[in-house]
């Protein structure tokens, strides 16, 4: 006995200690509340989308990674997660470029597949692979998750719902028009105001870079710019100078850190900027369209704003970019973006094939109502009463009651077990559950029901036509 107690003993001390369960950085677990604040978001979003006309679509979470890979330009490549192919996956490495040691050369030998980026790029797949079955123009959206293999940090996650609408086989800039006028729709529904929605040409972008001549450095141009609110200004051109852009060519682009005024008086200034180059005229032209007609038609609560500074560092825009701002009041990055693509689907053997689209970056947005405490109290509403548990004969009157009243829509349950009523009441204060119901022998006799409001403490006897007005109303 003695050596069997010690030996249950030892085994206590060393058992080993089981590691403490955790996610990857840059992932989240939503509570119920949580969750339903983002479907809160999500059907706002959804049914706007609707409104405007755009039809559901969804795509696998993970493309072939020759689907995915090009597409984003080289800061982009390096953030896809690739998947390793399933069984032993070193076997078929070339044994030379295994010693080597070189990643770029060995992730193609042993990754086939790549979760997904955006929603663009698979739509534009999706588009070439079934456009015998579409109907141009093809107006669809898509509220998926993406991934991508960022540093985290606030607002900024490694996996990541967006919610997209896009717009392909149309050239016409009423497209455009009409997705500012939806941003614009989503954020007064959700009751966000001093959003600035701020638009671009990367028409404008090219005649700026052929202007100044670096036409031949437009890519590292358009990257550099792109991290003006990170890097500022003197950031900006470091980087462009290291990207090989002259100091001359860095002269010539000061005007345009320093563009002020109205939509209108910065048209003006670009035609000044841009007078030479006959690609940048077409895109302040188009950006003139755009902001003519927002203002003829007006906007709720988001304004439209002119930023030449903006690039989306994108490869595969061509027109119009947009990129949404939080009201100023929130230190928030962009919760939406988008643009104009006219050959996105000519990577996968459909040229000519012009679309524009745009996101909205749900959790950045959900970040944002949250601290401005925009969101409904009724949105995070679970049941609105729970009977009381006294027993089976009791449980079974309870639940008569609770079956008709979701069947016109009012959300109620049983405790499940019949323990201490102060058990199942501290349950329901927990749950934030606003009523409590006592349906025991008493009320069984007299087919009636006990309510009790769970903040007032106050309790009043009812049948059920006036228990089911009551939790109506």
Known sequence: MVLDSLQSCFLQIYKPLSKKPSIPKGTRDFNPEEVSKRNY???????????????????????NSETLMGKYGEEGDRLIFKILNSGDYLSKVDEKVYSEKDSNRITPQISEKALRYDLTVPFARYVVQHQNEITFPFKRYQMQPVWRADRPQKGRFREFYQCDADVVGSTSLWQEVEFVQLYDAVFSKLGLKGVAIKINNRKILSGIAETIGAEDKLIDFTVALDKLDKIGEEGVKKEMREKGISEAALQKLQPLFSLKGCNDEKLTSLNGLLGGSQLGMAGVEELRFITRNIKTLGLQTASLEIDVTLARGLNYYTGAIFEVSAPSEVNMGSIGGGG???????????????????SFGLDRVYLVLEELNLFPETVSENSKALFINFGEKEAVYAMKAITNLRSVGIKAELYPDATKMGKQMGYAD???????????EKEMEAQSYTLKNMKSGEQSQMDFPELEAFLKS
């Open 41 to 63: 978001i999500f059907n706002v979003i959804k049914e706007t989308f609707s409104l405007y006309g755009f039809q559901p679509i969804e795509t696998p979470s993970f493309e």
């Open 430 to 440: 927990k749950r934030n559950i606003a009523f409590t119901i006592l349906a025991g």
């Open 340 to 358: 104009r693509y006219d050959d996105l689907t000519g990577i996968f053997g459909l040229p000519d094939m012009s679309g524009v689209g745009i």
